[in-house]
């Protein structure tokens, strides 16, 4: 169990892009593959990115490949979500999670989870 806040969201317009961060308690940061997923209204969370804690490898959703980067940076306890090319279906809250397994997608999974911030994008 880690602790996780996100930050970073707010009104964009299309085209346009956005950082989010998710600071993690240091206690056990280092143990965590931190991901990222996305619930619109409506919706079911989907898995958007996650960076493994092993060896900092990183992988992601089709819809986003090429447009978004997971990042981390281990002596600041964050990780990073940064958004281009951002789009209208985007729109979205964006949360963090951890998980002690590499390589899943799973909700289920991730067993810590941050309060989530709100991104919107206007056209």
């Known amino acids: 169990q880690v602790q996780l806040v996100e930050s970073g969201g707010g009104l964009v317009q299309a085209g346009g892009s956005l950082r989010l961060s998710c600071a993690a308690s240091?206690?056990?940061?280092?143990?965590?593959?931190m991901g990222w997923f996305r619930q619109a209204p409506g919706k079911e969370r989907e898995f958007v990115a996650a960076i493994n804690w092993s060896d900092a490898s990183t992988y992601s959703a089709n819809s986003v490949m090429g447009r978004f980067t997971i990042s981390r940076d281990s002596a600041k306890n964050t990780v990073y979500l940064q958004m281009n090319g951002l789009k209208p279906e985007d729109t979205a809250v964006y949360y963090c999670?951890?998980?002690?397994?590499?390589?899943?997608?799973?909700?289920?999974?991730?067993?810590?989870w941050g309060q989530g911030t709100q991104v919107t994008v206007s056209s």
């Open positions: 999670a951890a998980t002690y397994m590499s390589n899943t997608r799973r909700r289920a999974d991730f067993g810590s």
């Open positions: 240091e206690r056990t940061f280092r143990r965590y593959t």
